[in-house]
């Protein structure tokens, strides 16, 4: 069996009610910015990085942790692909400006009140960020 394990960075980016997401063009299902960290790099530096890869029309500036989950894709037996995420809260200094420099990408601000409406993956964080952005708790999600 191929194992292979992600260790990735992701940015939390608010605009009002609404956080900006990212999805391949063509596909309908959703998920944060951001992506992996290098062997050697931390996981700021990394968010940082991507921010800079992917996007175009704003600075960023990278915040506090906001949260931490494990991801299983498939089951235990034959999974072949995990990943484990921190989740970073990031302000966008002009928000209303972000768009791709990837072809393959897009980014969209979606009201937080209609995640659950979305095909998020994963899919856990549609609550547990409909959460965080009520009360501020710390997104926790850790595979049983």
Known sequence: MNKEFEILSRAVIINGDKVLLANVKGKNWYFLPGGHVEFGETATNALVRELEEETIGSTYSIGEPIGFFENIYGDIESSRHQEYTILFAVNAETPDTIASKEEKLEFK????????????????????LTDWYESKTKLLSVEK
């Open 109 to 128: 601000f979606h009201n937080i009140a209609d995640l659950s409406s979305l095909d998020m993956r994963p899919d856990f964080l549609i609550k547990g």
